[in-house]
């Protein structure tokens, strides 16, 4: 089973009200098993909305402030952690013992679903290394074998990746 970032799967979701539709993804759901998230969303965010991006503060904790200057790194947080329990339920309503999440396609850049690489925080499209909040929370999940959230059972080989590479992350699986 895969996790599948909404916007590309071509729902609505994204900041700008639009999706960010991909049709190689969309093609690779079709003979895969897997289960959609927007943490943005499931934080209760609406879309459209300002785009956040992750921001250092003096303190140097990592916060999502949108381009008016929002703080919404508690709604992000809320969404990635109820978007990895959305996960633990559906995949164990679907798993029959020898099914297990094998990886992650994701919105690359975003600050839920980036993996790598984020935006900086100026809003002017400049990246930075790091990881959207969602994905920091799963590599958590993985590295503890899900029991920060409750039991998620990931094959050795668990990736995460974006739309841009899962092809050659995942090849032929």
Excluded at 96 to 119: F, H, M, Q, W
Excluded at 146 to 172: A, L, P
Aim: net charge negative; with cysteine.
């Amino acid at each position: 089973m895969y996790i599948v970032s909404r916007c590309l799967l071509g729902f609505d979701c994204k900041y700008d009200g639009c999706s960010n539709r991909s049709e190689d993804v969309i093609e690779f759901c079709k003979n895969h098993d897997y289960v959609t998230v927007c943490p943005e969303v499931a934080g209760g965010l609406e879309s459209p909305r300002q785009p956040a991006e992750i921001v250092i503060d003096d303190n140097g904790n990592r916060r999502v402030i949108d381009k008016d200057g929002k703080d919404l790194t508690a709604e992000f947080e809320q969404g990635a952690d109820w978007s990895i329990k959305s996960v633990i339920l559906e995949a164990g309503s679907r798993m029959d013992g020898s099914k297990r999440i094998e990886g992650a396609i994701l919105k690359d850049n975003s600050p839920s679903c980036g993996a790598g690489t984020v935006y900086d925080g100026t809003f002017t499209g400049t990246m930075t290394e790091g990881n959207g909040i969602f994905v920091d929370r799963l590599i958590d999940a993985y590295l503890n074998d899900g029991q920060i959230f409750g039991r998620i059972d990931f094959t050795d080989d668990f990736r995460i990746c974006n739309e841009e590479n899962f092809k050659d992350v995942f090849g032929d699986r």
